[in-house]
């Protein structure tokens, strides 16, 4: 597949099917991905894999937390699309509107429930950095996510990814992601186990 292919196709599922990927498939994603370029090849980046009871633990307080209208907190500030410049604005603007035509009026509330369910991810991928690191960290950061994706969408093995979860708190007390801080967002795979 080439380059242009890989980037032209990639796409965000909103719902996953859940079928499993084997633990050595992962593991040969996250190795690939280490040639990623950082600055001064530090590699600031930790990986951590949800699966299974850990991951049925953080879905269950997603869930419950969502449920309960609590946002999540997320590492950087958030600020509402009007708040943004025009062009941002508009790509946000028009992407709304292509999911809303594309999901219609009888699915809308599906798209929340489904977000709400953590989209039946099989795993869930966070990439973290430490506390301490500089603000160039999070733009490698940044460039190891996208080579990470690119590499499922290169694969094409069924397997897509989404971008997003609401409350990095439970995911950092259940995956025991301790002194590192989820710069960024999560990314959703299909995985088996839990490794780092």
């Known amino acids: 597949m080439?380059?242009?292919?890989?980037?032209?196709?990639?796409?965000?599922?909103?719902?996953?099917d859940g079928q499993p990927i084997a633990r050595d498939t992962l593991i040969a994603i996250v190795k690939e991905a280490q040639c990623?370029?950082?600055w001064a090849?530090?590699?600031?980046?930790?990986?951590?894999?949800?699966?299974?009871?850990?991951?049925?633990?953080i879905k269950q307080e997603h869930h419950a937390t969502s449920s309960q209208g609590i946002r999540g907190q997320a590492e950087f500030s958030t600020q509402h699309r009007e708040a943004w410049a025009d062009r941002p604005r508009r790509n946000m603007g028009n992407w709304s509107r292509q999911i809303g035509a594309h999901l219609g009026e009888e699915h809308g509330a599906e798209y929340g429930n489904a977000q709400r369910d953590l989209f039946n991810a099989a795993a869930i991928?966070?990439?973290t950095i430490p506390h301490e690191s500089s603000l160039w960290s999070v733009l490698d950061l940044g460039a190891f996510s996208q080579t990470l994706m690119s590499h499922v969408q290169r694969n094409r093995q069924g397997h897509r990814?989404?971008?997003?979860l609401r409350n990095s708190q439970v995911s950092k007390h259940r995956a025991q992601m301790d002194g590192d801080t989820p710069r960024g967002n999560p990314?959703?795979?299909?995985?088996?186990?839990?490794?780092?």
């Open 2 to 16: 080439q380059f242009q292919d890989i980037i032209q196709t990639r796409r965000s599922v909103r719902y996953f």
């Open 36 to 38: 990623t370029p950082s």
């Open 41 to 57: 090849n530090s590699q600031p980046w930790h990986v951590y894999i949800a699966t299974g009871q850990t991951l049925e633990g």
């Open 125 to 127: 991928v966070y990439l």
């Open 161 to 164: 990814h989404h971008v997003g």
């Open 187 to 196: 990314c959703h795979w299909h995985c088996p186990g839990l490794c780092r």
